[in-house]
């Protein structure tokens, strides 16, 4: 028996040779076109599982300047320079913990504040994620992940749903800072992820005392997590919807 199916640019089309010395669809013409569909997607699903999920993504403003590549399918590689040190640092957890090959450049006006370059920085990430993603096929969609460090303990839940929202229950020490670094752009950054990806994202912070902790705490648990609901598994057709779309 001789099976093929194959893509155009007009879309799909199936030529099947012989199928009835193998299957019998008898007079049944649903039951055969919805194994040719099940053929068509099993198609699909493997030639998009094969391309490279990468994206660039590049954005300027008065205020900023920002690229971000990404590569969903990496091995954790990263080179990360956004003239926030403690920002390099975070942003290098989620590459490591998530295994993302991840290369940032970014400059903005630091002399005022680190504000609009840390939420910038959340946009362009999730511009670029998004865009890795593709039309989302094949994902889990869904991750969660729970760290310690040391003292502290965090969890993190996301759903790539299409639908932004943020639950950020992160109780931080009044006017703090690690080293120069206001924690509080923390939330900034995921909530820009959030609305620019379109992604479902719950932060927790359980317990801890430690700042530095708390925040390495949660970049982890988000890299590890954004790992997971990246995953392709291939049972899904698809995507993971009952709507059939994201």
Same mark, same amino acid.
């Given at each position: 028996m001789t099976n093929v199916v194959k893509s155009s640019t007009s879309?799909?089309?199936?030529?099947f040779d012989n199928v009835e010395s193998g299957l019998n669809f008898g007079n049944n013409s649903n039951l055969r076109l919805e194994w040719v569909r099940m053929q068509i997607l099993t198609v699909r699903n493997e030639k998009e599982s094969q391309m490279p999920r990468r994206a660039v993504?590049?954005?300027?403003?008065?205020e900023?300047?920002?690229?971000?590549?990404?590569?969903?399918?990496?091995?954790?590689?990263?080179?990360?320079?956004t003239s926030i040190p403690f920002m390099d640092h975070m942003l290098s957890h989620i590459a490591k913990h998530g295994l993302f090959d991840l290369n940032i450049r970014a400059k903005g006006d630091t002399h005022i504040d680190d504000h609009h370059t840390v939420e910038d920085l959340g946009i362009v990430f999730g511009q670029?994620?998004?865009?890795?993603?593709?039309?989302n096929r094949g994902i889990r969609r869904y991750g969660e992940s729970s760290v310690p460090m040391d003292e502290t303990l965090v969890q993190v839940v996301?759903?790539?749903?299409?639908? @932004?929202?943020?639950?950020?229950?992160?109780?931080l020490p009044k006017k703090h800072k690690v080293k120069n670094f206001? @924690?509080?752009?923390?939330?900034h950054f995921f909530q820009s992820i959030v609305n620019h990806a379109g992604m479902?994202?719950?932060?927790?912070?359980?317990?801890g005392y430690d700042v530095h902790h708390m925040l390495e705490g949660i970049f982890k648990a988000f890299g590890r997590?954004?790992?997971?609901?990246?995953?392709i598994d291939p049972r899904i057709t698809g995507v993971l919807s009952t709507k059939g779309k994201i």
């Open positions: 879309g799909f089309e199936a030529n993504v590049s954005r300027k403003t008065k900023t300047d920002i690229q971000i590549s990404l590569n969903l399918d990496g091995a954790g590689v990263y080179n990360i320079k670029v994620l998004k865009k890795a993603l593709g039309g996301m759903d790539l749903s299409g639908r @932004p929202h943020l639950v950020y229950d992160v109780e206001d @924690p509080g752009l923390a939330e479902n994202l719950h932060v927790r912070l359980l317990y997590a954004l790992d997971v609901a990246t995953s």
